[in-house]
């Protein structure tokens, strides 16, 4: 499924009505906010899997608030570009729609022009997409602990491909391998699609992908699912075990998506925000069409439960950064 088909589907959920019309009155609750569009800042390439569930709930939120949603796509340096322009925001309009590579800012730049934690405040947790433990069809490896042995047979001998150093891809891999006691070879890539031809010839035989991306492959029979990084197996490739399944419980490795809000902003905005986003995640079109990318939607997140979720995330990957030694340059 190419980015296209992935917008249009997108679309397509869009122009589907709402099951339930207007169920909060934000306007009634917040006097005149919204008074004038908002804005969802995204830091990563429009047309992508971040950028299509972004525009997605834009979409849908325009008939639940009382002021349209424009999404703007801000990219640079990794997502420190947009990043930068939500915290800087002080209109009450502007909120941030990321992935879990705002739980590895810290951990990863020594230096940064925000405060990943003091300078934002999460609305919600929309979407959860797990990861893939994926091999070459041609692989001799057939499960989680087979692929053990090999990593255990020729220690630091075996490459694994990411979309990058010190991206979602390179820091999953990175956990697996220590719950593994293993190591291996990274060679980072520019994005998952530059990754994916050398997995593919047997070039490379390991790659810890993003379900979005990963399920395609495996389902055409071109590289072979170990395991999902989830508590449950995907309905798209329901014979492929959990890694607890395989032998590794507590092994779960995600990216995400939140929303959240520049420090400062009413909390009674926050709220309502929270409200629309939580209406919107509950509706079966959405869902729909975001099981096309893998997401598990949520739809009781709470912005006490996000920035909790948001902290638990952060600790995790930051040990993850710092036991690997993996640094950006």
Request: charged content about 15%; aromatic content about 6%; overall charge neutral.
């Amino acid at each position: 499924m190419n980015r296209r088909t992935l917008l249009g589907a997108g679309v397509a959920a869009i122009a589907t009505p709402l099951a339930s019309p207007a169920l909060i009155s934000p306007a009634r609750a917040q006097g005149n906010w919204p008074n004038q569009p908002i804005r969802f800042v995204v830091p990563f390439a429009a047309g992508g899997p971040t950028d299509i569930p972004a525009r997605l709930f834009a979409e849908r939120m325009g008939a639940v608030l009382p002021q349209r949603i424009i999404v703007e796509n801000r990219t640079g340096a990794g997502v420190l570009v947009g990043t930068e322009v939500v915290a800087k925001a002080n209109d009450g309009h502007t909120f941030l729609y990321t992935t879990v590579a705002h739980a590895v800012l810290r951990a990863l730049f020594q230096r940064l022009p925000f405060d990943p934690d003091a300078d934002f405040m999460p609305v919600a947790l929309v979407g959860v997409i797990p990861m893939l433990i994926t091999v070459g069809k041609d692989s001799r490896i057939t499960d989680l602990r087979g692929l053990q042995a090999a990593l255990k047979a020729d220690p630091g001998g075996m490459t694994y491909a990411s979309s990058g150093n010190g991206g979602a891809l390179h820091l999953a891999t990175e956990l697996m391998l220590r719950a593994m006691q293993a190591r291996a070879l990274h060679v980072p890539y520019r994005g998952t699609a530059a990754a994916m031809p050398d997995v593919l010839n047997g070039t490379i035989p390991l790659i810890v992908d993003v379900a979005t991306s990963a399920v395609p492959y495996a389902q055409r029979g071109e590289t072979r699912a170990l395991a999902v990084m989830d508590t449950a197996r995907l309905p798209q490739l329901p014979d492929v075990p959990t890694t607890a399944e395989a032998g590794f419980p507590g092994l779960e490795a995600y990216t995400w998506h939140m929303v959240l809000a520049p420090k400062g902003t009413p909390a009674a905005v926050v709220q309502t925000m929270n409200r629309a986003l939580m209406q919107v995640a509950a509706e079966a079109a959405v869902q729909q069409r975001l099981s096309d990318l893998a997401m598990r939607l949520v739809t009781d997140s709470t912005p006490d439960s996000a920035a909790a979720w948001l902290r638990d995330e952060t600790q995790k990957w930051s040990a993850v950064v710092r036991e690997a030694n993996i640094t950006i340059n």
